[in-house]
């Protein structure tokens, strides 16, 4: 990508830049080098919009980079702060932060441009381990017991999130517009895996949170397990949307990312066991239509379908600054196809299904016209179908691959 002419108007302490590629454009707000002083701070944040609680009296800030943009540490005469600007923008997070499980560790305040977060406050904590460190450990030393307790428990948090998701608010599947998100990644990367879904009614809209790794759980002091709500990935900002998406498809996230650090630590240990132990965390503290077996069903979209959302928008950060092949991304982008021709085929066993069906009914009442007269004593036929029908509906579900089960 390369950076080309501007036409916005940034804040006092910031500049726009516009990046451009052949399949993607960037929009950013760059601080600028005086936001690290007392003084730059004090000018940029009386031009934006505050919210919550601000740090009051700055005496020193100092800035680190990371890859969802730079993170102030402020100090102030009402105690440490962190302050976190989001360069590409992200979808609004007081309401998911009001939502939060008790012990969040979540923005409680900050500023805004555009009416759009620009900067994220929360008050400085004591640096905690997070959960990606500890499980990157059980990993390498094949610890499967540990591992799949901390998976567990991660998933019980994040299932702790969308219920209460769930009660502050929900829409139904928004197919058409889901489907359309899938057919513009695929159309700007050019890939050969096309996949569209008849999304399920178990799958609703609620307040996701889009981008979840096991890198935001850590223990508060107490011992529990918490969650961190911040900033969004670089994919945000290449991809603006501004779509309500399901609770599963912050689950095939995290799967996705349990993916990339298994894939990365070379461990001996048998992903399906894992993915099974954040499956049934999640599961167990989730709303439980969410989590019945059709909402899992690759058939209509299911989890996976949302894995391989999450492996595009790996693909489309490594395009966008030509970081090399993304693993385990690309294989199970690779994969998809042949998992799609799969899906295909057991169509026609869901049409005998439902031929089979119709017969058995047909057959049944004409059984009970045929017993009423006294011409057929067992009703050989309608069951016959019936279980045809059974027979065929079994091998249609098995069809699609169980979710414990990474297609790469």
């Known amino acids: 990508m390369v950076e080309v002419d501007s036409d916005r108007e940034p804040p006092l302490g910031f500049s726009s830049h516009l990046m451009r590629g052949m399949r993607f454009r960037l929009n950013l707000l760059e601080p600028d080098d005086s936001l690290a002083t007392v003084e730059g701070w004090n000018t940029a ?3 934006l919009e505050a919210w919550g609680e601000v740090p009051d009296e700055v005496s020193s800030i100092r800035v680190d980079a990371t890859d969802r943009g730079p993170i102030y540490l402020v100090e102030a005469a009402d105690g440490s702060w962190i302050a976190e600007v989001q360069p590409w923008g992200g979808p609004n997070l007081r309401p998911r932060s009001r939502i939060a ?17 620009l900067i994220l406050l929360r008050r400085g904590n004591t640096a ?5 460190s500890v499980l990157i450990d059980h990993l390498q030393r094949n610890d499967l ?20 998701a769930e009660e502050e608010w929900t829409n139904p599947p928004d197919q058409k517009r889901w489907n359309e998100r899938f ?3 695929e159309q700007r ?7 569209r879904a008849p999304f399920t009614r178990g799958a609703p809209a609620t307040l996701s949170l889009g981008d979840v790794r096991f890198s935001m759980f850590s223990e508060d002091e107490a011992g529990k397990m918490t969650i961190r709500i911040g900033p969004s990935r670089l994919a945000h900002g290449l991809l603006e949307t501004n779509l309500d998406l399901p609770a599963i498809r912050d689950l095939a996230s995290l799967l996705h990312d349990l993916s990339r650090l298994h894939w990365h630590s070379e461990t001996e240990l048998e992903i399906i066991h894992l993915r099974s132990a ?3 965390g999640w599961s167990s503290s989730a709303p439980k239509k969410w989590c019945s077996k059709r909402s899992f069903s690759a058939h209509t979209g299911g989890v996976v379908i949302w894995e391989y959302e999450q492996a595009l928008l790996d693909v489309v950060e490594a395009v966008s600054h030509q970081s090399g092949r993304p693993e385990p991304a690309v294989s199970i982008i690779e994969k998809v196809p042949l998992l799609q021709k799969s899906l295909f085929n057991s169509r026609i066993l869901s049409s005998g299904y439902l031929m089979s069906a119709m017969f058995s009914l047909a057959s049944f009442f004409d059984w009970i016209r045929l017993a009423d007269q006294g011409g057929i004593d067992f009703p050989t036929l309608p069951l016959g179908f019936l279980t045809i029908a059974l027979f065929l509906r079994h091998r249609y579900q098995s069809a699609a691959p169980p979710a414990e089960e990474p297609i790469h």
């Open 45 to 47: 944040t009386e031009g």
């Open 101 to 117: 499980p008790d012990g969040s560790n979540i923005p409680c305040g900050g500023f805004q441009h555009d009416e759009v977060d």
């Open 128 to 132: 905690s381990t997070d959960a990606k």
């Open 145 to 164: 017991k540990s591992a799949k307790t901390l998976i567990f428990r991660c998933g019980v948090n994040l299932g702790d999130y969308h219920t209460a």
């Open 183 to 185: 057919g513009e990644i």
């Open 189 to 195: 990367l050019k890939t050969a895996a096309l996949w």
């Open 278 to 280: 954040l499956i049934q």
